[in-house]
């Protein structure tokens, strides 16, 4: 199976000079009740950052998680993947 997703520009109003994006946290929807966490999670972490929770192992979004782990790595991004029960 191709894979026919890919990585393209930011949007316009994203690439100006002066905006810096820091970390961001990739979520699946049935976790945004405990957002706090995961927003506290990625805030700890070094600038530049992706955090990925990761769904549960039945999921079958879980291989798409880690495959957009992978690519992001490729990308030369710093990642740090988490199991749902792994937040401290």
């Not at 976790?31 to 950052?49: C, E, F, H, I, V």
Request: charged share 20%.
């Amino acid at each position: 199976m191709k894979n026919h997703y890919r990585f393209t520009n930011r949007p316009k109003a994203l690439r100006r000079p002066d905006i810096q994006l820091n970390n961001f946290s990739l979520v699946s929807a049935n976790l945004l009740g405990n957002m706090s966490a995961y927003q506290a999670l990625t805030d700890r972490q070094p600038k530049g950052t992706a955090v990925l929770v990761l769904p549960s192992p039945t999921s079958p979004l879980r291989r798409v998680y880690v495959s957009i782990a992978h690519t992001l790595r490729l990308n030369g991004m710093k990642v740090k993947v988490y199991a749902i029960g792994d937040i401290p």
